[in-house]
């Protein structure tokens, strides 16, 4: 496996050498002094270019950066949106473990990124076209204070999404029980966990993508509880993680109501869990709900 050293000294050769390219800069974990360092981290870089075209058309053109095991146009796929003139992509795995996301970007792209993503770190730049950032910061990622409304919103989510979890896991309708649960449930938890999070620390921290790195300021208490809300495709195992999870929500929107001196709707969140626990125990036979 090429070594960090190795790599990047074949991306910056790339780049002097080729006239198209005028700058480039790298975003990601390995820009971001709060990610842990390890073999599966990923290069993201991006080379910024006058136009894009005459690399979509040369096919050959990655080759230079090892033999691939497989990868992926995001471009060209219609599972993304996608602005071709201005952004193209290659993201590439590569025979020796190492992975390469690399894109081809415009100025006003690019500058467009930057303003955005405070990670991204200028590793070359021939003309000056990109603002001085010589290490990256992951301040856009940082757990923002909630507004009440925003509170309020996020545990009203919580609460109705609850009535569509258990009309599936009673119809014992699993899939659609398991997006319910991680798609819009958890989504909600997560949220609160990171407040709760965010005032501990000042808000001075990021949780990572899907709460990877909250078990940094979680207990241990409190993050093996997170992890048992999570639950395999069986009905009863669901109802109980879905319990839980829902006991965990409500002690957390409570602390962060307490911290904030906001409102919590506590009328509400016994409803939606009393009706929860009910439909559990309703027999299938049942001719209506209550």
Known sequence: ???????????????????????????GSRCNPNSPRDIF?????????????????????????????????????????SDKANCYGWLMQFEDGNRLDLHVQTRKRALQEFQEDSLCK??????????????GSDKSFLVQKPSETQF?????EFWWGLNSLQKALWREEIPYAQQVMNQVLRDQLLLLLSWKIGMQTDFSCSIGKAGKYMHRWLTEEEYARYLDTYSC??????????ERMCRFFDETAKCVAEQFHFLYNQREADAS????????????DAEKVL
């Open 122 to 135: 200028v590793l070359l730049d021939k003309d000056g076209i990109l603002p001085i950032r010589l290490e």
């Open 152 to 156: 309020s919103e996020v545990c009203n």
């Open 41 to 81: 981290q990923d290069y993201d870089i991006a080379y910024v270019v006058e136009e894009t075209e005459s690399f979509q058309k040369d096919p050959q053109w990655i080759d230079r950066f090892g033999k691939r095991l497989y990868m992926q146009y995001p471009e060209d796929s219609s599972f993304f949106p």
């Open 273 to 284: 869990f009393g009706l929860f626990r009910h439909v559990r125990n309703l027999p299938k």
């Open 1 to 27: 496996m090429r070594n960090e050293k190795e790599m990047m000294e074949l991306i910056l050769k790339t780049a002097r050498e080729d006239e198209r390219i005028r700058a480039v800069y790298m975003s």
């Open 233 to 242: 495709g069986n009905t009863e195992a669901m109802w109980e993680s879905a």
